[in-house]
């Protein structure tokens, strides 16, 4: 099956400088990259996703990169603010399973 | 606009107990997931279903019952309640033909189960 490994697992950064979430996975065929921004007490909402045949994507502050030859992607958020402090997930869609594989969540603490 | 509802926020049962953890969604979703979610541990699959009555075993099924009586709700069952499974518990679902097309999952907003 699939397998995604998230580095790191946590991540302190000052507000308004940049972070970089980086995600690994194992099956090739994995075709669609979504993450997921989990706030303290609240449930994991989509924030941004990628499908195979797209290199970047980008939603005002965050964006997302796929390196399918490296089979990686990394989730990028510019200009942190203190509400960008959550847990994020990154997943893949594991075509045999109909379903998606997770990685094991980066806390993310933006300092005022 | 909660579209996928979990009946309990916050629930405390005793060792032994039987437990039902209900999850309910309105988007007429094929797929239904119960999540465990633990510190340090990520989100872990417990049971998973892909239409009514069908149930399937995800990577940490011991311990755990699911029933699929209908498209909308998605049981998850505790037989005997121990205290290694108290955690947070999350449902999610997602269309047939959703993933890899667009949309993903949508989560509920979990239960934290304790068990004493």
């Known amino acids: 099956g699939e397998n995604v490994e998230q580095h790191p697992s946590t991540l302190s950064v000052q507000e308004g400088d940049s972070a970089v979430i980086k995600c690994t996975y194992s099956d090739s065929a994995s075709n669609y990259f979504p993450w997921y921004k989990q706030e303290l007490g609240k449930r994991p909402q989509l924030i941004i996703d990628?499908?195979?045949?797209?290199g970047e994507k980008k939603d005002q502050r965050i964006a997302v990169t796929l390196n399918k030859t490296a089979k990686h992607f990394s989730l990028h958020i510019t200009e942190t603010q203190p509400e960008d402090s959550a847990v994020y997930f990154c997943?893949?869609?594991?075509?045999?399973?109909?379903?998606?594989?997770f990685g094991g969540g980066t806390r993310l603490m933006v300092k005022p | 606009d909660v579209k996928v509802t979990q009946s309990s926020r916050y629930l405390v049962k005793r060792t032994g107990e039987k437990v039902f953890l209900e999850c309910v969604q309105d988007?007429?979703?094929?797929?239904m997931f119960w999540y465990r979610q633990d510190p340090g541990l990520g989100l872990r699959l417990i049971y998973f279903?892909?239409?009514?009555?069908?149930?399937e075993k995800g990577d940490i099924p011991e311990g755990y019952s699911v029933s699929r009586e209908k498209k909308e709700r998605f049981s998850l069952i505790l037989e005997s309640a121990s205290t290694n499974q108290t955690s947070m518990y999350l449902c999610?679902?997602?269309?047939?033909?959703?993933?890899?097309?667009?949309?993903?999952?949508?989560f509920g907003s979990g239960t934290r189960l304790t068990v004493v």
């Open positions: 999610a679902s997602s269309s047939g033909t959703g993933i890899g097309r667009g949309g993903g999952y949508t």
């Open positions: 990628i499908r195979s045949n797209v």
């Open positions: 988007m007429d979703h094929e797929n």
């Open positions: 279903s892909y239409d009514v009555k069908m149930k």
């Open positions: 997943a893949a869609y594991y075509n045999a399973g109909n379903m998606l594989t």
